[in-house]
């Protein structure tokens, strides 16, 4: 008989094992709803009605003549559920017969379906801003843009896209609480790597800038003249126009406004939470697992909203 030796005997041994484990993919940070004032009064229907009302006038009194009387504008704002979205898989009998890890698997069905709905969530809430506005226009309130290309070479952010988004805000009377920015990683690079910034300590007259190199678990990155600087991967992307003789080619909408609660820039409705439901087909021989939401988002406050269009490339 001969000897054991892994150069002449292979069927006792296993050249591939198997872990019961799942290797899942990394997920991004979810932040937009967080911006969003939700609206809870539906009862039935899907088209909410805001209603506004103007400014009040003033006029020169003349005594001992009429005082003049003037009518204040009136608005309506319209808000429509409008997005109904379904993340649904299955699986087979005879997958649950063969799989060692079939448990582990259906398991994974709910929280990746409602993962799945959450992403689309965010991305539709981070396309209000460019969307809710008219593209390849300065969008200008009170004679402000909120709206433009970014100043630096093809459309790379500068440190002056931020002041001029702040000069926006002011202009538009928005709070100067709780302002913050929503920049693409690709932006997130270019102020990393700006001199300017880097040598800051060295140079006063960057005073009004903070940077931590910290990322929490909303990525935050910096603070620069008052906007609290997050990165997003879901901002609308691909976007190519040209805005006041500026172009910018397949850019990305980065987000500047107030999250301070009186005055959020979105508005939206979930009017159904996401409702999972399972059955068993006895045609197809297999349990199917879906997982339903209804919801609606838009821009509710265009003067809080300034879109700077930058080159998606970092370098």
């Known amino acids: 008989m001969a000897g054991f030796a892994t ?7 296993r050249s591939n094992l198997w872990t019961s484990d799942l290797k899942s993919i990394l997920e991004a940070d979810l932040m937009g709803l967080g911006y969003v004032r939700m609206l809870t009064e539906f009862t039935d229907g899907d088209t909410f009605n805001i209603p506004s009302i103007g400014q009040a006038e003033v006029h020169d009194y003349v005594e001992g003549q009429a005082i003049r009387y003037t009518g204040m504008d009136t608005g309506n704002f319209t808000f429509t559920v409008d997005q109904y979205k379904s993340s649904a898989t299955y699986v087979t009998n005879k997958m649950k017969q063969d799989s060692y890890v079939m448990n582990e698997i259906v398991n994974s069905f709910v929280p990746k379906q409602a993962r799945a709905i959450a992403v689309a969530m965010e991305s539709a809430i981070m396309a209000l801003g460019p969307d809710g506005q008219t593209a390849s226009s300065l969008n ?14 093809s459309a790379a952010i500068t440190i002056q896209d931020f002041a001029k988004a702040k000069y926006s805000l002011d202009k538009a009377f928005v709070p100067q609480t709780n302002r913050i920015a929503i920049v693409d990683p690709s932006v997130d690079y270019t102020l990393s790597t ?9 140079n006063p007259m960057w005073d009004g800038i903070i940077t931590t190199g910290l990322r929490t678990g909303m990525r935050f990155s910096r603070n620069i003249f008052g906007f609290d600087v997050y990165v997003s991967d879901f901002l609308k992307n691909g976007i190519s126009e040209t805005v ?12 500047f406004f107030s999250a301070d609660a009186d005055v959020l820039p979105f508005v939206g409705s979930i009017r159904q939470a996401p409702q999972v439901d399972s059955e068993y087909n ?15 988002f838009k821009l509710f ?7 700077c269009l930058s080159n998606a490339v970092a370098f």
């Open 194 to 202: 700006l001199s300017n910034l880097v040598s800051m300590q060295n």
């Open 7 to 13: 150069n002449s005997v292979d069927h006792v041994i």
């Open 244 to 255: 006041n003789s500026v172009s910018v080619t397949n850019g990305v909408a980065n987000l």
């Open 301 to 307: 406050r265009p003067e809080n909203m300034v879109v």
């Open 282 to 296: 006895k045609d197809l021989q297999r349990d199917e697992y879906v997982t339903t939401c209804r919801y609606g």
């Open 140 to 153: 200008n309130i009170n004679g402000a843009p909120h709206r433009f290309v970014a100043g630096g070479a």
